[in-house]
């Protein structure tokens, strides 16, 4: 693989300098301790330097590996390896000897060109090799650059390697960094101081001062950088602008031993507070920075609002931010470079696709509970007066005999009774019949035990022994025409066995014919 990229190279160098004397090219930029960023074409907008400059800084300062990222204009139709070869160039003339290098080759109609990522020095880990590279270019930049923004396409690509050269710069020694940054680099105090800090008067919230308007930014414990600030207020703006989201910054500085439970109540008391979110949308997304007296120590949420949750980032995606991104950052004590990588991945999700799946969907509920409601409510109240038509209306005349009985009728068998309260015949009626007639020892039941096979019922015809009084009191009421006809069914089915007339479980089934004839003289 190496001789192949070797060759690559070596080629690219010879289309680079064909492409260079055949345009004119400008001289590579020479190194420049304060920059990570170079567009000496112009092709890039200020907001978008800003913030790539920012996040590869802040990256770089916390895992020693210089990420210098160039962008210029370039021929028609222009090779990778000519981009490949730029990027080399740019790698040396600032004398790199460890880091990695982006080069974002652009046309003239902005919607076509190259990206590539080239490697220096020792920076070749797995998290860095030249598959997850590629992936980054073809599947993430390309794409964006196809679309005529090639300012994206360079938020996406930093975006993109920002999580994998973290990973890598865990293991690798840290012998070089960034230009423009040291290890041990101080944040740059705000060129506006802001309320709060060690000393702050405003006490930590909730609850919380009243908010600004035009203000997304609130660093009460002091510990941004007036960059960082200048960036992050820029890009909720523009969030703001395309998106319709809205999003709040708030740092402050609490007691020693704050857990994550007190953090995410004070960013939800937050967002409560200030309505951070449209009403209705619920598109609100707070970034709160809990910080103990040390101020590199505490809480860092990212609370989202219902709507924020399921148009931009889930709960899994934002947890992904703080644990893959933020965190090593945090660890390292860079709370501006978490800030700003946090940023950059929320940057790249607040797309307006995915606010108009928002819009939609409050359309649709909006349709919902327009048409819907009333619906559901006609559907109920009619339902409602169905019900009172068929079994709540008084009768229309109060005088009927029924009415005032005291009790039921004299004839009413445990059937007919069944039948009154079913309101139909039913198998409830003909096993209240069959039970009745074994009270009154008509019939008896008898189980059959098989082994290894479930067990059946047998039916005996008995005569019925008057002497018992329990008997007795049981036929003190005669049977109705329909339990006598059921009677006399089962008499007819019966066979006799050492004296005892049975009716096997397989000759019951031929009841079933009867069954019918059985509920018209019930009912």
């Not at 301790?33 to 907008?45: H, K």
């Not at 590869?56 to 070869?85: E, H, K, N, Y």
């Not at 041990?184 to 702050?200: C, E, F, Y």
């Amino acid at each position: 693989m190496r001789r192949i990229v070797g060759g690559l190279l070596a080629a690219a160098f010879a289309l680079g300098a064909l492409a260079g004397s055949a345009a004119g090219a400008a001289p590579e930029p020479s190194f420049d301790p304060e920059r990570s960023v170079y567009d000496p074409d112009g092709i890039l907008g200020p907001a978008t330097v800003r913030t790539a400059e920012s996040v590869s800084r802040a990256v770089s300062r916390a895992v020693g590996i210089p990420l210098i990222l160039v962008a210029r204009r370039a021929p028609d139709r222009q090779p990778a390896t000519a981009t490949a070869a730029h990027a080399l160039a740019v790698g040396t003339a600032l004398g790199l000897s460890r880091g990695l290098v982006f080069a974002l080759d652009v046309e003239a109609s902005t919607c076509a060109g190259q990206g590539v990522f080239v490697r220096f020095g020792d920076v070749s880990a797995r998290e860095l090799s030249d598959a997850v590279l590629e992936e980054i270019v073809s599947e993430r930049v390309r794409p964006v650059l196809a679309a005529c923004d090639p300012d994206t396409a360079l938020i996406v690509a930093v975006n993109a390697i920002s999580g994998p050269l973290l990973r890598a710069g865990a293991a690798l020694p840290a012998s070089s960094v960034a230009p423009g940054a040291s290890a041990a680099a101080s944040r740059a105090p705000a060129a506006t101081p802001q309320p709060g800090g060690a000393g702050a008067s405003v006490p930590a919230g909730p609850p919380f001062p009243e908010p600004e308007d035009g203000r997304y930014v609130y660093d009460y414990a002091g510990v941004f950088g007036a960059d960082t600030l200048a960036t992050v207020q820029g890009q909720i703006e523009a969030i703001r602008e395309r998106t319709g989201a809205e999003i709040a910054v708030y740092s402050q500085v609490v007691e020693y031993g704050i857990t994550t439970e007190e953090a995410e109540r004070h960013a939800r008391a937050l967002m409560d507070q200030w309505g951070v979110g449209r009403r209705g949308f619920d598109d609100g997304l707070v970034i709160l920075f809990d910080l103990d007296p040390s101020l590199v120590h505490g809480q860092v949420q990212l609370y989202a609002g219902p709507g924020f949750r399921a148009t931009f980032l889930s709960n899994s995606e934002r947890q992904a931010i703080f644990d893959n991104d933020m965190l090593p950052l945090l660890r390292v004590e860079d709370l501006d470079g978490a800030l700003l990588i946090a940023m950059a991945r929320i940057n790249e999700k607040a797309t307006p696709e995915h606010a108009a799946t928002l819009a939609r969907a409050r359309t649709v509920n909006a349709l919902i509970g327009l048409v819907g409601t009333p619906l559901a409510f006609a559907l109920l109240v009619g339902w409602a007066a169905l019900s009172w038509v068929r079994y709540g209306r008084d009768p229309y005349y109060l005088d009927d005999p029924s009415i005032l009985m005291p009790a039921p009728p004299p004839d009413l068998t445990a059937a007919a009774g069944a039948l009154v309260m079913d309101g139909a015949s039913s198998r409830h009626t003909l096993t209240t019949a069959m039970l009745d007639l074994a009270s009154r020892d008509e019939i008896a039941f008898r189980p059959e035990v098989r082994r290894f096979a479930r067990d059946r019922l047998k039916i005996e015809i008995r005569k019925p022994d008057t002497r018992d009084p329990r008997i007795g009191l049981n036929r003190r009421k005669p049977i109705s025409p329909a339990e006598t006809y059921a009677l006399e069914r089962l008499a007819a089915l019966a066979e006799s066995q050492d004296g005892v007339r049975i009716v096997e479980p397989d000759d019951l089934l031929k009841f079933g014919e009867h069954v019918s004839t059985f509920d018209d003289r019930l009912e």
